[in-house]
């Protein structure tokens, strides 16, 4: 699995990959297309990965509204004694295709994850789930482009000032589910304001590139332990957002540390209530 520490040299090392990888196309229950096998080899090396199905769920529109910001959800189910130790999110075509990757706190055997990429061309994307005995399980959807602009290269929303202003700024809110392992389990999602920038888009005042800056860790605690930790990309969509559940231990609060490659550093608070 790839270590988080490390997770930005891979990042680097993927990006270059991805800006020469060719489309991928091939079809299957697992798909793995011509770009997949060197993204496989660059993450996992010579790992084996198997087929996830009926033990991962995975959602992506067909024909996203928005390339900018395509739904992404994931739910895995592992059998009983056995537990998820990390979920990799892969936009095949991307020019960084390692989207996000997931640390998970706890010994959990059911988690959902929800979040938002950018989508550059048609691609696949998958999910890769790391078990605790260090088995991999992969599943993959085709999303289409409706054409236009690539999503990595198109310019930020709103003003620049009040980009800047807000950056860092974050809200959670509790999102109904109807697929809670336990009483004690919630579901919640995590809105950060921050433009991602890609370093691929123009100032439309300057046209000159506007220099990369993204998300680059985010970490979520409960009384101190490790609920969740993301390694991100320019692949999240600008002002990612996160839906996940989790088991509330009993603290009354989830504390959140996001940074960014420019040495950016936001932490909050963020009131859950008592285990129920």
């Given at each position: 699995?790839?270590?988080?520490?490390?997770c930005?040299?891979?990042?680097l090392?993927?990006?270059?990959?991805?800006?020469?990888a060719?489309?991928?196309?091939?079809?299957?229950?697992?798909r793995a297309?011509?770009?997949w096998?060197g993204?496989?080899?660059?993450v996992?090396?010579?790992?084996p990965?198997?087929?996830?199905t009926?033990?991962?769920?995975?959602?992506?529109p067909?024909?996203p509204?928005?390339?900018?910001?395509v739904?992404?959800?994931?739910?895995?189910?592992?059998?009983?004694g056995r537990?998820?130790?990390?979920?990799?999110?892969?936009v095949?075509?991307?020019?960084s295709?390692?989207a996000?990757a997931f640390?998970?706190g706890?010994?959990r055997g059911?988690?959902?994850?929800?979040?938002?990429?950018?989508l550059?061309q048609e691609?696949?994307i998958?999910?890769?789930?790391?078990?605790?005995d260090?088995?991999?399980?992969?599943?993959?959807?085709?999303v289409?482009?409706?054409?236009?602009?690539?999503?990595?290269s198109a310019?930020?929303?709103g003003?620049p000032?009040?980009?800047?202003?807000?950056?860092?700024?974050?809200?959670l809110a509790?999102?109904?589910?109807s697929?809670?392992?336990?009483?004690?389990?919630?579901k919640?999602r995590?809105?950060?304001?921050?433009p991602?920038?890609?370093?691929?888009?123009?100032?439309?005042?300057t046209?000159?590139y506007?220099?990369?800056?993204?998300v680059s860790?985010?970490?979520?605690?409960q009384?101190?332990?490790?609920?969740?930790?993301?390694d991100?990309?320019?692949?999240?969509?600008?002002?990612?957002?996160?839906?996940f559940?989790?088991?509330?231990?009993?603290?009354?609060?989830?504390?959140?540390?996001?940074k960014?490659s420019d040495g950016?550093?936001w932490?909050?608070?963020?009131?859950?209530?008592?285990?129920t």
């Open positions: 699995m790839l270590r988080l520490s490390n930005f040299n891979q990042h090392a993927i990006v270059l990959f991805g800006m020469v060719a489309v991928a196309a091939a079809t299957g229950p697992v297309g011509s770009s096998q993204i496989k080899t660059e996992y090396g010579s790992r990965i198997e087929d996830g009926g033990l991962i769920g995975l959602k992506a067909y024909r509204d928005d390339v900018r910001a739904p992404v959800s994931i739910d895995a189910a592992l059998p009983a537990t998820i130790k990390g979920v990799n999110i892969f095949d075509e991307n020019p295709p390692l996000a640390k998970v706890g010994a059911r988690m959902a994850l929800a979040t938002k990429v950018r550059n691609s696949f998958r999910a890769v789930v790391e078990t605790n260090g088995r991999l399980y992969m599943v993959s959807s085709l289409k482009f409706a054409g236009g602009q690539s999503a990595c310019p930020p929303t003003d000032v009040e980009i800047a202003a807000n950056m860092g700024k974050a809200k509790a999102v109904p589910s697929k809670a392992v336990s009483q004690a389990s919630q919640v995590l809105d950060v304001r921050h991602n920038h890609t370093g691929m888009a123009l100032d439309q005042m046209l000159l506007i220099p990369l800056r993204m860790k985010l970490e979520v605690r009384g101190g332990e490790p609920v969740l930790e993301m991100g990309s320019i692949t999240l969509s600008e002002n990612p957002s996160l839906e559940d989790f088991h509330n231990k009993g603290a009354e609060t989830l504390d959140v540390t996001l960014d950016g550093e932490r909050h608070a963020f009131d859950v209530g008592p285990a």
